[in-house]
């Protein structure tokens, strides 16, 4: 079983920076496809993005096109999110997942393995 721990949240101003971080533990992340999701108190999580085992294919929601960018170092068992040019409605409690499924189909089929998440607060 992996186990995810998330971390890199914080309170930042719109158009600032931030990085998560997914820190994996107890087996390999390189055996996983792996996403980050988000959620807003009363409102259903989110997919944001998703990447291969590979790091070669990535999918992205398209209000985060352009600005996100999901990667992954499998020898450090790490994955990340990077979020450039933040808006206030990018603010929600950010998680990370993985699943030995595609992660085309993480949007629609939710990843079986979930960390705590880090909340993202974005000030305008």
């Known amino acids: 079983q992996v186990d995810l721990v998330e971390s890199g949240g914080g309170v930042v101003q719109a158009g600032a920076s931030l990085r998560l971080s997914c820190a994996a533990s107890?087996?390999?992340?390189?055996?996983?496809?792996t996403g980050w999701f988000r959620q807003v108190p009363g409102k259903h999580r989110e997919f944001v993005a998703s990447?291969?085992?590979?790091?070669?294919?990535?999918y992205y929601t398209d209000s985060v096109k352009g600005r996100f960018t999901i990667s992954r170092d499998n020898e450090k068992n790490l994955a990340y999110l990077q979020m450039n040019n933040l808006r206030p409605d990018d603010t929600a409690v950010y998680y990370c997942?993985?699943?030995?499924?595609?992660?085309?189909?993480?949007?629609?089929?939710?990843?079986?393995?979930w960390g705590q998440g880090t909340q993202v607060t974005v000030s305008s």
């Open positions: 107890g087996r390999p992340l390189s055996n996983y496809a």
């Open positions: 990447i291969s085992v590979s790091g070669v294919t990535t």
């Open positions: 997942a993985a699943d030995t499924s595609d992660p085309y189909y993480f949007r629609s089929y939710p990843p079986s393995k």
